[in-house]
């Protein structure tokens, strides 16, 4: 009887420390990690391989905190690794399911509104939170959410701390030139200025296969043997150069950019870069240039006679005439007028369709054949590309209140220009006046 009760009060014993204690086990573990979620490496590329770089956890008391040794730079992808949940970017604002939801990722150590940079899914590409970190030592917070957006219960948040530098060693492609939305067509050529940092253009075939040198081929919409446009081997070429004209005519056409080595072979992962521009070699769209015309007076006319009065008026399409006095950055289809008189500008900045050239500054101008040209230019006074531009010779005719200010300003110019006449005037005054006292003299 001794002995059971012992035993008795032993169990009770246990059990109740059990009971005691489990809660606390249970809510520490929920509350730190409801899924398991835990940092499983850092893929880094080295020489076009992908190699694994070590995440630990420096803290054993804090399961959910880690770091690395290496330099993290925009190429790394971190992974991480959980379990009895499902983790996908594209469950962002879905109808919510159980079990189902994405990461959103957190500055610092703080999951507060203010320190949101994105959301991620299965893996964290750490070029896409690069523009909100800093040279040096900086710190995320990775937490688990729900499809809503909410945070998943039990709370699971891991942080992750290390060493950033922007500077990518691996191969790229930076389009300089031309914009999105560039035009090709038979008659209009693009500039093209392809930069490609940590990797050499070069025609080397001989050349052993390598991860920083090679050529770059340039598609049309998809990578596939019949669309491609030409093979490149300099980072600045004209569009007159190669055959763009296998593009077939469309508003929403893309130029795909792929680096490959000298054997001709893409990279893995694929080093591309994509520029959508407008094509109509064909010319079977309108594709929506920006275009000007003289509406009065009548081009059509043989015989244009135009004074300092006369309304001018143009029609402006598929562009916006600004004001460029306080911002001169360009802006795509937006710019202003500018108009010449015989090759000479008499109005850099005009944003008005109708005017007179009374209202421009064409100075004292003669009587006689004129040509008049109208230009869209950028809001720096940049040339489109294509040209935007009319004209139209008249016969200038200075209206009579021009006309009588002229022949006074003739007159006073003659007359400052010219004081000979009045030493002559002066001078036959003088002689008739002494001859006059002459002719007196005698008389008497």
Partial sequence: MFKLGKITQSFVFVSLLVLTLCPVFSFAQSRTNGISLALAKLNQLEAGKIVGAEVFNPDPTNLNIYSTRVKVTPDDDLRYRWAGFILDIKNAGTTNKTNNGFIKVFSGKESSQDNFITNAGAN???????????????????????????PFLPLTEISFTFNYTALSTLPGIEIISPKAGAVLSSNI????????????????????????????????????????????????????????????????????????????????????????????????????????????????????????????????????????????????????????????????????????LGELNIGNLEKGQKELTIELVSKNFETLNPIAKDS??????????????????????????????????????????IGGIAVLITKA
Avoid: C, H
């Avoid at 040096?136 to 688990?144: D, H, R, S, Y």
């Avoid at 016969?395 to 400052?416: G, M």
């Avoid at 030493?423 to 006046?433: A, F, K, N, P």
């Fill in 124 to 150: 964290l590409p750490i070029k896409d939170i690069k523009d909100k970190l800093v040279e040096g030592e900086n710190a995320i917070l990775l937490q688990v959410v729900t499809n809503d957006g909410k």
């Fill in 189 to 356: 050529f693009q500039d093209f200025n392809i930069k490609t940092p940590n990797f050499i253009l070069e025609n080397n075939p001989t050349a052993r296969a390598s991860s920083t040198s090679g050529k770059m081929a340039i598609y049309w919409d998809e990578i596939k043997p019949e669309k491609q446009i030409a093979t490149i081997y300099k980072n600045e070429f004209k569009s007159s150069e190669y055959d763009f004209s296998k593009i077939e005519d469309g508003l929403d056409r893309k130029l795909i950019f792929v680096l490959k080595d000298s054997k001709d072979s893409q990279f893995k992962p694929s080093i591309t870069s994509t520029l959508s521009v407008r094509s109509n070699f064909r010319g079977s769209i309108d594709i929506g240039l920006p275009k000007l015309n003289f509406v009065t007076p009548d081009k059509s006319s043989t015989s244009l006679n135009i004074s300092e009065d006369d309304k001018i008026s143009i029609q402006v399409d598929n562009f916006e005439l600004v004001d460029n006095t306080t911002d001169k950055k360009p802006e795509d289809g937006k710019g202003v007028l500018q108009i010449s008189l015989d090759g000479k500008k008499i109005g850099d900045s005009l944003t008005k369709t109708e005017f007179t």
């Fill in 392 to 433: 139209i010779k008249f016969n200038f005719i200075p209206s009579e209140k021009l006309a009588n200010a002229q022949s006074l300003n003739n007159a006073t110019l003659d007359e400052s220009q010219n004081p000979a006449w009045k030493i002559v005037i002066i001078v036959l005054i003088v002689i008739l006046i």
